[in-house]
C-alpha cells in the first residue's frame, strides 16, 4: 500500500499525495511525480496501474490530487492554479528526499502541467515522462499545445498511442523533431488516449499495459543509470 502524504500547496489548502516506493533495487533512486488527467484524480485505474507498475519496478512514484479533485470538483482550476499545485508537490517532494532524482510528468493534462512547469525552470526536474500527451483537442488539431516543448531542457519520453485523438505519433514526430533537448517517442500500437487496445489488435489489455511499463523502465534506466 502506497504512504499518504499531505502537501499544502497554498495557505490553509492541502492536497493528497500517494508516496508508491521502489519494491526492487531502484532505479538510482530516480523518483517520478505524476499528475493525474482531466477528468479523474489519483485512485483512477489508470493512475493506480502505473504508479504500482513502475514502483514494482524500481522507480519510485508519487502521485497526487489537483487542488480542484481534492475538493471534490469536477472543473479544472486555471493553468496557473494547477501549475502552482504541481510546483508546491514538486517542492514536498524535494524536501521529503524521496529518492535522489526527480522526474515529472502525467497523464493527458498532468502531463502537460509538468511540461509547462518545467519549461519554466522548476528546480530540481530531471526529465519528463508523458502518458499520452494532449498535443490538441480532439477534432481540433489546429489548437497546438506545444509552443512551450521548446524551452525544456531535460530529456523527455513521450508515450502515445496510434489511435489517440489527442495527438497521433504523426503528428507528434515533426513536433519532437525540432526540440532542443533529448525525446523519445514510445508508440503504443492500437492504444487511444488511455493505451487501450481494440479487442481484435489480438494483445490482451494486461500485456499492453506491461510493455509500456516495461519500455518506460528500460528508458530510465538507459537516461538516469549511465
Not at 501549475?83 to 521529503?96: L, P, S
Not at 490482451?204 to 519500455?215: F, G, I, K, S
Request: glycine letters at 10%; proline letters at 6%.
Amino acid at each position: 500500500m502506497p504512504d499518504k502524504m499531505r502537501i499544502e500547496v497554498a495557505p490553509n489548502l492541502e492536497v493528497t499525495a500517494l508516496v508508491y516506493t521502489a519494491g526492487k533495487p531502484d532505479v538510482a533512486g530516480v523518483t517520478v511525480t505524476l499528475g493525474h488527467g482531466a477528468g479523474a484524480d489519483q485512485s483512477s485505474d489508470f493512475m493506480t496501474r502505473f504508479a504500482t507498475g513502475l514502483a514494482a519496478r524500481g522507480i519510485n512514484v508519487v502521485t497526487f490530487n489537483f487542488l480542484y479533485t481534492e475538493q471534490g470538483r469536477r472543473v479544472p482550476d486555471a493553468n496557473k492554479a494547477i501549475e502552482a499545485c504541481f510546483r508546491a508537490v514538486i517542492e514536498a517532494v524535494r524536501h521529503k528526499k524521496i529518492g535522489r532524482g526527480t522526474l515529472v510528468g502525467g497523464k493527458s493534462m498532468g502531463g502537460r502541467i509538468a511540461s509547462q512547469v518545467a519549461a519554466a525552470s522548476a528546480p530540481d526536474v530531471e526529465g519528463l515522462v508523458f502518458l499520452g500527451y494532449p498535443l490538441h483537442p480532439p477534432g481540433s488539431p489546429d489548437q497546438l499545445r506545444a509552443k512551450h516543448l521548446r524551452d525544456i531542457t531535460v530529456p523527455m519520453l513521450f508515450v502515445q498511442g496510434s489511435r489517440d485523438a489527442f495527438g497521433s505519433p504523426d503528428e507528434l514526430r515533426p513536433i519532437i523533431k525540432e526540440l532542443k533537448a533529448p525525446a523519445d517517442l514510445d508508440v503504443v500500437e492500437g492504444g487511444d488516449h488511455s493505451f487501450k487496445v481494440l479487442k481484435r489488435a489480438g494483445v490482451t489489455q494486461e500485456d499492453t499495459y506491461n510493455a509500456v511499463l516495461d519500455r518506460i523502465e528500460f528508458w530510465l534506466r538507459q537516461t538516469f543509470t549511465n
